[in-house]
């Protein structure tokens, strides 16, 4: 069973800084089943990224995927306060799926 | 646009199943494009796969909760449900039913419900 790490635990950023998440994995996976999502309080994740780099439909260019075998990040340029959120990475693999523990991206 | 709700009591006895059912609306349970699974969610903590079902019936759990979960699909009704047997206290949490998307040979999950708190007290 693959163990995913999110670090930091909580990024203090202001607007307009980029933030950097990382996403790393027990075991090689591939970058096709690495899929990042945003949460902000009271409501369901919202789907992020998918296959590691692939933005979803209506998400902003400023939200950037890469990675490959077991180092993944998340990247936002320049943060705009909506952006202010938990984001959690999460992994498809042999028919399981498995979250990291979340990033919190708060206002410093 | 296909919408999910979740519905079910709110507050469940422990040692007894947590029931929960997801009506799928917009859309229908049976097509081949999707999985159906629930993801819950603890006060003020992560996100936990809970497990999946296809349009087959072909089931996929959590490894630490496989022994008390079983995930079905109710096709008259166009839902699919959650049962969780001999809860404790560390079930207590919001239960999310959510869409996953096969594209391609992709998977995420892009469709969520609001979520359901539910609380195992006695």
């Known amino acids: 069973e693959i163990v995913l790490t999110q670090s930091p635990g909580t990024l203090s950023l202001s607007p307009g800084e980029r933030a950097t998440l990382s996403c790393r994995t027990s075991?090689?996976?591939?970058?096709?089943?690495l899929v990042w999502y945003q949460q902000t309080p009271g409501q369901p994740p919202r789907l992020l990224i998918y296959a590691g780099s692939t933005r979803a439909t209506g998400v902003p260019a400023r939200f950037r995927g890469r990675g490959s075998g077991t180092d993944y990040t998340l990247t936002i340029d320049s943060l705009e306060p909506e952006d202010f959120a938990v984001y959690y990475c999460?992994?498809?693999?042999?028919?399981?799926?498995?979250f990291g523990q979340g990033t919190k991206v708060e206002i410093k | 646009q296909m919408r999910l709700e979740e519905s079910g009591p709110g507050l469940v006895r422990p040692s007894e199943t947590l029931s929960l059912n997801c009506s799928v609306s917009g859309g229908s349970i049976t097509t081949t494009s999707y999985y159906w699974t629930w993801v819950r969610q603890p006060a003020g903590k992560g996100l936990e796969w809970i497990g999946r079902?296809?349009?087959?019936?072909?089931?996929s759990y959590n490894p630490s909760l496989k022994s008390r979960v079983s995930i079905s699909l109710d096709t008259s009704n166009n839902q699919f449900s959650l049962k969780l047997t001999s809860v404790t206290a560390p079930d207590t949490a919001m239960y999310f039913c959510?869409?996953?998307?096969?594209?391609?040979?992709?998977?995420?999950?892009?469709?969520w419900g609001k979520g359901t708190t539910v609380t195992v007290s006695s």
């Open positions: 075991q090689t996976v591939s970058s096709a089943f």
């Open positions: 999460q992994v498809y693999d042999s028919s399981l799926w498995t």
């Open positions: 959510a869409r996953v998307s096969l594209d391609f040979r992709y998977y995420y999950i892009d469709v």
């Open positions: 079902i296809f349009s087959s019936g072909s089931t």
